[in-house]
């Protein structure tokens, strides 16, 4: 037995050794594929991007070929001409010494990017040479190829791949250009495609000698999908033309599907400007503009208070709450008191019921509302809470679910709130009643005010808003297609419309109708502060105007912000007025308005913060 034993462990200990070895050297390629082995190099062929089409198919971003000087520093050459490199590429010697030291800390025997995102023309005489300087590689890449000037903001941009989202994600490597901002950042799944690797062996002398294994593990890239985009690109461009000179945003919805029909931010830039070697100065140039700030998406990222629109609101809830009917009236003597010398101005005078209230934009009819609702329970905790819970059916107050970066949440304040700055009691609906005509606490995005239009345009329902439409070979999320309803029943939506059709011909907005539209809207104006050499500063008022058409079967709903510009009905009427004409018609019969607004800005109202002019305040 003894005699069999040692020879059968042997031939089974051999077995187990000669198992392995086929495993490891056969079966497992885990190891092949690790970039720190010295006998194979990775090398990665970039794809496409996937290209991004407007509503109507028209193509808006595709792609343009660049490429990249990479170095590894374990290979390079001690006698490398270091002064013959500098002069190829056009570099420094300390930009040289730069980028190598923080190619050996990311990994010596890995490559990482020298110089990027150069043109064919750019690095053609390194080409040439490139054989006499062993450790130098060319990688080819895609940068995007813009075909429009407009919707910056909403495309965003791609740039190099920070270290902390290596950490996270290993699909992508030093160098790796990814989605940042707008539909690139939050569709860079779909649109970067795969990277196809191939895997080269090296000799002891580390030359390349072939592919490794034939080839076999070897991959092609694969291009990224197409998507289509809820926006109309020309609608888009118009927004952004008639925004000349002045500084806000305008949000366009279709309503019946929540696609977002234009998503303007003004001031604005070339999205151009982002693409190739001179992104990261054009960056810097843009993020330093504080004044303007054109990176800054005034249409998702701007809180306003959201002025008369809101009334729109506070209506639609004194009849749910059934403290008022159509009919219900209030005097109107040029204002409302609310205490010992405590007056809310108004324009208006007489008595009106809510049909008259909305186009005349009465802030005593909706001040009462405001005071009834509130006071209806028997404390304002309740009131408050009720009055709070009505809005954010609407999606106010919260983010809204759209497919963009987040935005800001507006803000719509409950009895928890107030809790806060009055500890011990004593707050009443008296002492909040500047939230009845949109000021106070109140705060709203123009993309919330826009959806809050859309819902009203239904008659009580939103689907979320969203920017995709289509992804190739795949599906949106459903919870684009999924309505979601508001707590006032559908019954009180019609006299609150009834209202707002005649703002355009009796009210606020008369003069700025369109022929063969019908028109509901809402003009507003906000009081407007900020803080100038630490000392708040009432600003000239801002513009504000909502709307959607036609009357019956809406197709678009629309809000529109413009920063100090007086009155609802001076600036941001007309715009709202041309932008639905142009998507519902696609000619302007406006003509009086539109060189207006394509002409005329603010420019010199912006500069009173510098000159020290004064502010037109309640005009």
Known sequence: MRKILLPALIIAATLLIVARLFYLQVLDDSYIKKSENNAIKIKYEYPERGYIYDRKGKLLVA???SYDVMVTPNELEEDLDTLEVCRLLSVTKGYFIERLEKAKVYSPRLPSVFLSQLSKKDFAAFQEKIRRFKGFDIVKRSLRDYQVNAAANVFGYIGQVGEATIAKNPY?????LIGRQGVEQVYEDVLRGIKGVQYIQKDRFNREIGSFKGGIYDTVAVKGRDVTLTLDIELQKYGESLMFEKRGGIVAIEPKSGEILALVTAPTYDPALLVGRDRSKNYRMLENDTIGMPLFDRGLLAEYPPGSPFKILTGLIGLQEEVIDENSSFTCHHGFSYGRGAFMRCHDSGTNRLHEGIYKSCNTYFANTFKLTIDKYTKPDYGVNAWSSHLKSFGLGDFLGYDLPPGRKGLIPTSKFYKRFYPNGGWRSSTIISNSIGQGEVLMTPIQLANMMATVANQGYYY????IKKIQDGKIDPKFTTKHYTSIDKQYFQPVIDGMYDVYNLGTARGLGVPDIEICGKTGTAE?????NGVRTQLTDHSIFVAFA???????????????GYWGARWAGPIATLMIEKYLKGTITRKDLETKMLTKGLKQEYEKVISGQPFRINQ
């Open 528 to 532: 407007n502060f900020a803080k100038i």
């Open 172 to 176: 992508y490597k030093s160098g790796d």
């Open 63 to 65: 792609n343009q070929p």
């Open 464 to 467: 979320t808003p969203h920017i």
């Open 550 to 564: 036609p009357r019956h079967d809406p197709k678009i709903a629309i809000a529109v912000f413009v920063e100090n």
